[in-house]
Protein backbone atom coordinates (compact mmCIF):
# COMPACT_ATOMS: atom_id res chain seq x y z
CA UNK A 1 0.00 0.00 0.00
CA UNK A 2 1.57 3.16 -0.67
CA UNK A 3 1.40 5.78 1.57
CA UNK A 4 0.85 10.07 0.59
CA UNK A 5 4.65 10.15 1.15
CA UNK A 6 5.41 7.91 -1.31
CA UNK A 7 2.89 9.74 -3.48
CA UNK A 8 4.20 12.86 -3.15
CA UNK A 9 7.84 12.00 -3.62
CA UNK A 10 6.71 10.84 -7.13
CA UNK A 11 4.90 13.69 -7.33
CA UNK A 12 7.73 15.95 -7.17
CA UNK A 13 10.01 14.04 -9.13
CA UNK A 14 8.38 13.03 -11.72
CA UNK A 15 7.01 16.72 -12.49
CA UNK A 16 10.78 19.32 -11.91
CA UNK A 17 13.11 16.57 -10.66
CA UNK A 18 13.10 14.50 -13.78
CA UNK A 19 11.20 17.05 -15.93
CA UNK A 20 10.28 14.70 -18.91
CA UNK A 21 11.08 17.62 -21.70
CA UNK A 22 14.31 18.81 -19.88
CA UNK A 23 15.68 16.36 -18.52
CA UNK A 24 14.66 13.06 -20.17
CA UNK A 25 14.04 15.28 -23.55
CA UNK A 26 11.30 13.54 -23.98
CA UNK A 27 8.15 14.98 -26.27
CA UNK A 28 10.10 17.66 -27.77
CA UNK A 29 8.16 18.10 -31.00
CA UNK A 30 4.75 19.33 -29.08
CA UNK A 31 7.61 21.57 -26.80
CA UNK A 32 9.09 23.20 -29.32
CA UNK A 33 6.36 23.35 -32.20
CA UNK A 34 3.11 25.05 -30.09
CA UNK A 35 5.12 27.36 -27.25
CA UNK A 36 4.84 29.98 -29.31
CA UNK A 37 1.55 31.64 -27.25
CA UNK A 38 1.02 30.97 -24.20
CA UNK A 39 -3.07 30.45 -25.00
CA UNK A 40 -2.01 27.52 -27.20
CA UNK A 41 0.53 26.37 -24.83
CA UNK A 42 -1.73 26.17 -21.90
CA UNK A 43 -4.14 24.16 -24.24
CA UNK A 44 -1.93 21.57 -25.28
CA UNK A 45 -0.46 21.29 -21.51
CA UNK A 46 -3.92 20.75 -20.89
CA UNK A 47 -4.94 18.31 -23.43
CA UNK A 48 -1.42 15.97 -22.59
CA UNK A 49 -2.37 16.28 -18.58
CA UNK A 50 -6.00 14.58 -20.02
CA UNK A 51 -3.88 12.17 -22.12
CA UNK A 52 -1.39 10.99 -20.08
CA UNK A 53 -3.33 10.78 -16.71
CA UNK A 54 -5.70 8.71 -18.39
CA UNK A 55 -3.60 6.69 -20.87
CA UNK A 56 -1.65 5.67 -17.59
CA UNK A 57 -4.74 4.60 -15.79
CA UNK A 58 -5.89 2.65 -18.43
CA UNK A 59 -2.54 1.14 -19.74
CA UNK A 60 -1.75 -0.01 -16.15
CA UNK A 61 -5.55 -1.66 -15.48
CA UNK A 62 -4.57 -3.25 -19.02
CA UNK A 63 -1.23 -4.49 -17.75
CA UNK A 64 -1.89 -5.90 -14.48
CA UNK A 65 -5.39 -7.44 -15.19
CA UNK A 66 -5.06 -8.30 -18.70
CA UNK A 67 -1.35 -8.89 -20.09
CA UNK A 68 0.16 -9.97 -17.05
CA UNK A 69 -2.32 -12.91 -16.00
CA UNK A 70 -2.29 -14.12 -19.49
CA UNK A 71 1.55 -13.76 -19.94
CA UNK A 72 1.52 -11.48 -23.08
CA UNK A 73 3.62 -8.95 -21.79
CA UNK A 74 5.62 -8.57 -24.90
CA UNK A 75 2.82 -7.08 -26.00
CA UNK A 76 3.18 -3.88 -23.98
CA UNK A 77 4.24 -1.60 -26.14
CA UNK A 78 1.73 -2.17 -28.84
CA UNK A 79 -1.00 -2.16 -26.22
CA UNK A 80 -0.10 1.29 -24.40
CA UNK A 81 -0.04 2.49 -28.82
CA UNK A 82 -3.26 1.86 -28.82
CA UNK A 83 -4.81 3.47 -26.01
CA UNK A 84 -2.82 6.30 -26.04
CA UNK A 85 -4.00 6.78 -30.23
CA UNK A 86 -7.81 6.22 -28.83
CA UNK A 87 -7.39 8.65 -26.12
CA UNK A 88 -6.23 11.41 -28.47
CA UNK A 89 -8.75 10.57 -30.89
CA UNK A 90 -11.01 11.42 -28.26
CA UNK A 91 -9.25 14.64 -27.15
CA UNK A 92 -9.24 15.66 -30.71
CA UNK A 93 -13.07 14.94 -30.88
CA UNK A 94 -14.08 16.69 -27.70
CA UNK A 95 -12.17 19.59 -29.21
CA UNK A 96 -13.26 20.16 -32.22
CA UNK A 97 -16.56 19.52 -30.50
CA UNK A 98 -16.50 22.04 -27.66
CA UNK A 99 -13.23 24.36 -28.00
CA UNK A 100 -12.75 25.09 -31.82
CA UNK A 101 -10.60 27.47 -31.26
CA UNK A 102 -8.34 25.67 -29.45
CA UNK A 103 -8.34 22.92 -31.85
CA UNK A 104 -7.25 25.56 -34.58
CA UNK A 105 -4.50 26.44 -32.75
CA UNK A 106 -3.35 23.25 -32.12
CA UNK A 107 -3.48 22.22 -35.18
CA UNK A 108 -1.42 19.37 -36.44
CA UNK A 109 0.10 19.18 -32.83
CA UNK A 110 -2.84 17.10 -31.09
CA UNK A 111 -2.86 14.29 -33.27
CA UNK A 112 0.57 14.32 -32.93
CA UNK A 113 0.05 13.24 -28.97
CA UNK A 114 -0.21 9.87 -30.18
CA UNK A 115 3.41 9.88 -31.45
CA UNK A 116 4.24 12.03 -28.05
CA UNK A 117 7.14 9.94 -26.66
CA UNK A 118 6.23 11.26 -23.39
CA UNK A 119 2.75 10.06 -23.27
CA UNK A 120 4.34 6.15 -24.10
CA UNK A 121 7.28 6.89 -22.00
CA UNK A 122 5.44 7.37 -18.98
CA UNK A 123 3.34 4.17 -19.62
CA UNK A 124 6.48 2.25 -20.12
CA UNK A 125 8.10 3.94 -16.68
CA UNK A 126 5.02 3.22 -14.61
CA UNK A 127 5.67 -0.20 -15.80
CA UNK A 128 9.28 -0.76 -15.38
CA UNK A 129 9.37 0.81 -12.17
CA UNK A 130 6.90 -1.72 -10.88
CA UNK A 131 4.35 1.21 -9.87
CA UNK A 132 0.66 -0.12 -9.04
CA UNK A 133 -2.19 1.43 -10.79
CA UNK A 134 -2.29 4.51 -8.22
CA UNK A 135 1.10 5.14 -8.15
CA UNK A 136 1.14 4.93 -12.29
CA UNK A 137 -1.58 7.49 -12.59
CA UNK A 138 -0.07 9.81 -9.99
CA UNK A 139 3.35 9.13 -11.63
CA UNK A 140 1.28 10.28 -15.24
CA UNK A 141 -0.31 13.14 -14.02
CA UNK A 142 3.03 14.88 -12.74
CA UNK A 143 4.89 13.96 -15.53
CA UNK A 144 1.78 15.55 -17.60
CA UNK A 145 2.40 18.52 -15.29
CA UNK A 146 5.45 18.65 -15.73
CA UNK A 147 5.65 19.06 -19.07
CA UNK A 148 2.63 21.87 -18.70
CA UNK A 149 4.60 23.29 -16.69
CA UNK A 150 8.01 23.52 -19.17
CA UNK A 151 6.00 24.23 -22.06
CA UNK A 152 3.66 27.33 -20.69
CA UNK A 153 7.21 29.07 -19.61
CA UNK A 154 9.07 28.66 -22.54
CA UNK A 155 5.80 30.02 -24.47
CA UNK A 156 6.04 33.10 -21.99
CA UNK A 157 9.26 33.25 -22.97
CA UNK A 158 9.27 33.57 -26.57
CA UNK A 159 6.02 35.83 -26.30
CA UNK A 160 8.79 38.31 -24.51
CA UNK A 161 11.61 37.52 -26.72
CA UNK A 162 9.57 38.91 -29.94
CA UNK A 163 10.54 42.39 -28.37
CA UNK A 164 14.21 42.00 -28.24
CA UNK A 165 16.85 42.75 -30.80
CA UNK A 166 18.38 39.29 -31.26
CA UNK A 167 21.03 38.59 -33.41
CA UNK A 168 20.38 37.69 -36.90
CA UNK A 169 21.84 33.94 -36.61
CA UNK A 170 20.64 33.56 -33.70
CA UNK A 171 17.01 34.34 -34.79
CA UNK A 172 13.96 31.52 -34.96
CA UNK A 173 14.38 28.48 -33.32
CA UNK A 174 18.40 28.88 -32.40
CA UNK A 175 17.48 31.10 -29.74
CA UNK A 176 14.21 28.84 -28.51
CA UNK A 177 17.02 25.97 -28.32
CA UNK A 178 19.17 28.14 -26.18
CA UNK A 179 16.31 28.58 -23.95
CA UNK A 180 15.38 25.50 -23.51
CA UNK A 181 18.97 24.44 -22.87
CA UNK A 182 19.00 27.44 -20.71
CA UNK A 183 15.59 25.82 -18.72
CA UNK A 184 17.04 22.48 -18.98
CA UNK A 185 20.01 23.67 -16.91
CA UNK A 186 17.86 25.72 -14.60
CA UNK A 187 15.46 22.64 -13.86
CA UNK A 188 18.70 20.98 -12.66
CA UNK A 189 18.84 22.85 -9.46
CA UNK A 190 15.80 20.70 -8.51
CA UNK A 191 17.86 17.83 -8.62
CA UNK A 192 19.11 17.92 -4.94
CA UNK A 193 15.24 18.03 -3.93
CA UNK A 194 14.61 14.44 -2.82
Sequence with gaps: METVKD???ILISSSLISNVVLSQFLGLCPFLGVSKKMNTAAGMG???????TLASAVAGVIYKFILVPLDLTYLQT???ILVIAALVQFVE???KKFMSALYKALGV???LITT???V???ALTNVQKNYGILQGIVNGFATAAGFT????ILAGIREKMQYNDIPKSFRGMPIVLVTAGLMAIAFCGFSGLL
Design 7 to 9: LLI
Design 46 to 52: TAVIFVI
Design 78 to 80: IVF
Design 93 to 95: MFL
Design 109 to 111: YLP
Design 116 to 118: NCA
Design 120 to 122: LGV
Design 149 to 152: ISIV
